[in-house]
């Protein structure tokens, strides 16, 4: 059984930052391409970053791009999220998702229902 469990999701003002941490088990880690979306009420849910199997590949979101980071520790099965100068516009729950394939590119187009997620943490952002 595959288990992506997040963490990190908190109220906070504009400008503020943020780290959600996202801990994987029942799987091969350090194998599986790892991404972060978003869902914000009313919304579709949207892609926010990736990272392949050995962090050579890394993706964002243009709306994301120069105030989040994605990392992993293969260590720890962990993935990160770092999220400065957070925007309102940032307010969603957050889902940490693994490729259910191995050694996946970490296109954001690789990801979907068949894959694992969590079951998301919530980040509020308010002005």
């Known amino acids: 059984q595959v288990d992506v469990v997040e963490s990190g999701g908190g109220s906070v003002q504009a400008g503020a930052s943020l780290r959600l941490s996202c801990a994987v088990s029942?799987?091969?880690?350090?194998?599986?391409?790892m991404a972060w979306f978003r869902r914000a009420p009313g919304k579709e849910r949207e892609f926010v970053a990736s990272?392949?199997?050995?962090?050579?590949?890394?993706y964002y979101a243009d709306s994301v791009k120069g105030r989040f980071a994605i990392s992993r520790d293969d260590a720890r099965n962990t993935v990160y999220l770092q999220m400065n100068s957070l925007d309102p516009e940032d307010a969603a729950k957050y889902f940490c998702?693994?490729?259910?394939?191995?050694?996946?590119?970490?296109?954001?187009?690789?990801?979907?229902?068949?894959?694992?997620w969590g079951q998301g943490t919530q980040v509020t952002v308010s002005s």
């Open positions: 990272i392949d199997s050995d962090g050579s590949r890394i």
């Open positions: 029942g799987l091969s880690f350090d194998r599986h391409a």
């Open positions: 998702v693994a490729d259910s394939l191995i050694w996946g590119s970490a296109s954001p187009t690789d990801f979907n229902a068949g894959d694992y």
